[in-house]
């Protein structure tokens, strides 16, 4: 399809839905004064900030159970997550707007949630089950003034199941699929008197498909790669009196993947991942303010079983503790401090090893809200990292909204990269001298909405610049490269009665530079990808919805082996669809469901080397017992 006419179909409305999937047109059109915010850490109304939000609620989330975290990511503007299409158990990689997967921050329910052992110090979304997630907020653009460290191109909080009401509450989900894949979450909610508690257990097993794709003229046949995984997710709260709230909360989850040599070599390796997450969130709340404390402990052991056989493990100590003051209606005053440690062993033939960092940050920002048409967000950050030194970020996030109708919006900030523990200790190029990433970014849109939000738009335009990226050299690891990219996203939504549309459309380009070499070549990540999605609320108890992705050509390497040279090749595009169905029973307690994808069983490659899903299903039940 030629540029212009994916700019002009995407012009009239490519749409992308409702996955939103909500009840009913009415339900639907929340309005922004409504839709709070928490990643914000001052619960602002949308309707109030300047930046760039995507909400993924509990509705689209129930529709949801056939799907992974890194499906649902991957159906969002800007948002490309690398391997949805590959076998389930292969690792996800994340793109903001471009970025590499390393520039993203995931949070657990508003606390950083990161591994220091793996590969960009990055939290694997694999370790993530849908059916124990309420919610998950989409931040776009630099946020390291509010999270620090790797916030460079935008952050994802996923919130997770904490609600329950008085009596016991048993839910829970239960689906088979293709490539023998099943799984089954159980959950038990209840509030007695000043304490709630929330505790779901969900088993995933899948035997999957060959993680590499045989090459061309091969007659052996490749294994299956499979993976297992056992994850609980438990949330208490307890009311102490009518000031002070603490909820301390526990995870944990051990997974076993299969995984080949690389690309086109099949192998029967397996890894094991124990990952485990413990703290608190205490909330004192005063008549115009309020303190939070989050105290997070995580650790995640990874032991791999192959031709070179490892152990690593990776431990974090995180506190974030901050105040939030309303001066008056329309001003609020937020201010924290932030203290990270974070350690890795590495477990070899020649002993044991176990580098660490500290990273200690204080940070403020001051909101002033509904000054006649106009907002403005303004804040900075203090960092000191026990390595590298000291370091600075900013950010100014002005809107104004002209009428219920219209809303322009912008932003201007630098955010940044602290150099990983294996880029200044590991057994590879480690180089204690590193200095941090530093990012400029720049954003530009608008909102609009007519008839009661039942026709919306956002369309903005994006800027970001990467300086002292750290690069693997000849002699290891350098702060040389540079990349820079721009593009645009523009979002429509139509609501119709009971149908539901949707879409997207995203346009990306970048120029990187590594020492005096200058590419316009964002490897995987393409130029062009778009969306559509329908949603009908056929009857009372029918839902269904379609999904249709569109991802443009992009560049990949095929690496040779040495001596052969390494190449680059053009990936075709290729296109997605989609198609879910559920239908509710017994008063809505019981609800079956099936997930139809890539239903034109398209053939296509994500990586080279690597192979993709045809069609794929699942179905199944899910349940709620009060």
């Given at each position: 399809?030629?540029?212009?006419?994916?700019l002009?179909?995407?012009?009239?409305?490519?749409?992308?839905?409702?996955?939103?999937?909500k009840?009913?047109?009415?339900?639907?059109?929340?309005?922004?004064d409504?839709v709070?915010i928490?990643?914000?850490?001052?619960?602002?109304?949308?309707s109030?900030t300047?930046?760039?939000?995507?909400?993924i609620?509990?509705?689209?989330?129930?529709?949801?159970?056939?799907?992974?975290?890194?499906?649902?990511?991957?159906?969002?503007?800007?948002?490309?997550v690398?391997?949805?299409?590959?076998?389930?158990?292969?690792?996800?990689?994340?793109?903001?707007?471009?970025a590499?997967?390393?520039?993203?921050?995931?949070?657990i329910?508003?606390?950083?949630?990161?591994?220091?052992?793996?590969?960009?110090?990055?939290?694997?979304?694999?370790l993530?089950?849908?059916?124990q997630?309420?919610?998950?907020?989409?931040?776009?653009?630099?946020?390291?003034?509010?999270?620090g460290?790797?916030a460079?191109a935008?952050?994802?909080?996923?919130?997770?199941?904490k609600?329950a009401?008085?009596?016991?509450?048993?839910?829970?989900?239960?689906?088979?699929?293709?490539?023998?894949?099943?799984?089954?979450?159980?959950?038990?909610?209840?509030?007695?008197?000043?304490?709630?508690?929330?505790?779901?257990?969900t088993h995933?097993?899948?035997?999957?498909?060959?993680?590499?794709e045989?090459?061309?003229?091969n007659t052996?046949?490749?294994?299956?790669?499979?993976?297992?995984?056992?994850?609980?997710n438990?949330?208490f709260?307890?009311?102490?009196d009518?000031?002070l709230?603490?909820?301390?909360?526990?995870?944990?989850?051990?997974?076993?993947?299969d995984?080949?040599?690389g690309?086109?070599?099949?192998?029967?390796?397996?890894s094991?991942?124990?990952?485990f997450?413990?703290?608190l969130?205490?909330?004192?709340?005063?008549?115009?303010?309020?303190?939070?404390?989050?105290?997070?402990?995580?650790?995640?052991?990874r032991?791999?079983?192959?031709?070179y056989?490892?152990?690593?493990?990776?431990?974090?100590?995180l506190?974030d503790?901050?105040?939030?003051?309303?001066?008056g209606?329309?001003?609020n005053?937020?201010?924290?401090v932030?203290?990270?440690?974070?350690?890795?062993?590495?477990?070899?033939?020649?002993?044991?090893?176990r580098p660490s960092t500290?990273?200690?940050?204080?940070?403020?920002s001051?909101?002033?809200?509904?000054?006649?048409?106009f907002?403005?967000e303004?804040g900075?950050?203090?960092?000191?990292?026990?390595?590298?030194?000291e370091?600075?970020?900013?950010?100014?996030?002005?809107?104004?909204?002209?009428?219920?109708?219209?809303?322009?919006?912008?932003?201007?900030?630098?955010?940044?990269?602290a150099?990983?523990l294996?880029?200044?200790?590991?057994?590879?190029?480690?180089?204690i001298?590193?200095?941090?990433?530093?990012?400029?970014?720049?954003?530009?849109?608008l909102?609009?909405?007519?008839?009661t939000?039942?026709?919306?738009?956002r369309?903005v335009?994006?800027?970001?610049d990467?300086?002292?990226?750290?690069?693997y050299?000849?002699?290891?690891?350098?702060?040389?490269d540079?990349?820079?990219d721009?593009?645009?996203?523009?979002?429509?939504r139509?609501?119709?009665?009971?149908?539901?549309l949707?879409?997207?459309?995203?346009?990306v380009e970048g120029?990187?530079?590594?020492?005096?070499?200058?590419?316009s070549?964002?490897?995987?990540?393409?130029k062009?990808?778009?969306?559509?999605?329908?949603?009908?609320?056929?009857?009372?108890?029918?839902y269904?919805?379609?999904?249709?992705?569109?991802?443009?050509?992009?560049?990949?390497?095929?690496?040779?082996?040495?001596?052969?040279?390494?190449?680059?090749?053009?990936?075709?595009s290729?296109?997605l669809?989609?198609?879910?169905a559920?239908?509710?029973l017994?008063k809505k307690?019981?609800?079956?469901?099936?997930d139809?994808k890539?239903?034109?069983n398209?053939k296509?490659?994500?990586?080279?080397?690597?192979?993709?899903?045809?069609?794929?299903m699942n179905?199944?039940?899910?349940?709620n017992?009060?």
């Amino acid at each position: 399809m030629k540029n212009r006419t994916k700019l002009i179909v995407a012009g009239l409305g490519l749409v992308q839905l409702a996955l939103l999937g909500k009840q009913a047109a009415a339900q639907d059109a929340k309005s922004l004064d409504e839709v709070v915010i928490s990643t914000t850490k001052n619960n602002q109304k949308q309707s109030q900030t300047g930046k760039v939000v995507t909400i993924i609620d509990s509705t689209q989330l129930q529709r949801s159970s056939g799907r992974t975290v890194a499906d649902l990511l991957n159906q969002q503007a800007g948002i490309q997550v690398l391997s949805t299409g590959s076998n389930l158990g292969k690792d996800k990689s994340v793109f903001f707007r471009g970025a590499a997967s390393a520039y993203a921050v995931v949070l657990i329910d508003g606390v950083l949630a990161a591994d220091p052992s793996a590969t960009g110090a990055s939290f694997d979304l694999r370790l993530l089950s849908v059916d124990q997630i309420e919610r998950i907020e989409i931040l776009k653009g630099g946020q390291s003034t509010l999270y620090g460290s790797d916030a460079v191109a935008g952050v994802i909080n996923i919130i997770t199941k904490k609600k329950a009401k008085t009596g016991n509450n048993v839910y829970g989900v239960a689906s088979a699929g293709s490539y023998d894949t099943y799984k089954g979450t159980l959950g038990l909610s209840s509030k007695v008197n000043a304490f709630t508690y929330n505790i779901n257990y969900t088993h995933l097993k899948t035997n999957g498909i060959s993680e590499s794709e045989a090459p061309e003229g091969n007659t052996q046949i490749y294994d299956r790669d499979g993976m297992k995984q056992d994850a609980v997710n438990a949330n208490f709260s307890l009311q102490l009196d009518k000031h002070l709230v603490v909820n301390p909360f526990l995870r944990y989850v051990h997974a076993t993947f299969d995984y080949d040599d690389g690309p086109f070599l099949d192998a029967a390796n397996t890894s094991f991942t124990k990952n485990f997450n413990g703290g608190l969130n205490a909330v004192y709340q005063l008549d115009k303010g309020k303190f939070t404390l989050n105290y997070s402990y995580q650790s995640t052991s990874r032991d791999y079983k192959d031709a070179y056989p490892r152990q690593l493990e990776g431990r974090m100590n995180l506190i974030d503790f901050f105040y939030d003051q309303n001066l008056g209606n329309k001003v609020n005053l937020l201010l924290g401090v932030d203290n990270r440690a974070t350690a890795v062993s590495y477990y070899e033939a020649t002993g044991v090893s176990r580098p660490s960092t500290n990273l200690f940050s204080t940070y403020g920002s001051i909101f002033l809200h509904d000054l006649s048409i106009f907002n403005l967000e303004v804040g900075g950050r203090y960092n000191k990292h026990n390595k590298y030194g000291e370091n600075y970020t900013y950010t100014i996030t002005p809107s104004l909204v002209l009428t219920k109708q219209v809303k322009l919006f912008g932003t201007a900030s630098s955010a940044f990269r602290a150099p990983t523990l294996d880029m200044l200790f590991g057994p590879w190029g480690a180089n204690i001298n590193l200095k941090p990433e530093k990012s400029n970014g720049y954003e530009a849109g608008l909102d609009l909405n007519f008839l009661t939000e039942k026709i919306k738009l956002r369309a903005v335009a994006f800027k970001r610049d990467i300086t002292d990226a750290i690069f693997y050299g000849a002699n290891g690891y350098i702060n040389q490269d540079e990349q820079k990219d721009k593009g645009f996203e523009v979002e429509p939504r139509l609501l119709l009665g009971k149908l539901d549309l949707g879409g997207y459309y995203t346009y990306v380009e970048g120029k990187q530079t590594s020492g005096t070499v200058v590419s316009s070549i964002l490897l995987r990540r393409p130029k062009h990808i778009y969306g559509i999605n329908a949603g009908f609320k056929a009857t009372e108890n029918l839902y269904v919805s379609a999904n249709y992705k569109f991802t443009g050509k992009r560049t990949d390497t095929e690496y040779g082996v040495w001596p052969a040279p390494n190449v680059d090749r053009v990936l075709a595009s290729y296109k997605l669809l989609d198609f879910y169905a559920e239908y509710a029973l017994a008063k809505k307690h019981l609800k079956v469901f099936a997930d139809l994808k890539n239903i034109t069983n398209e053939k296509y490659t994500e990586i080279i080397g690597y192979r993709t899903m045809g069609f794929n299903m699942n179905a199944g039940v899910s349940f709620n017992i009060r």
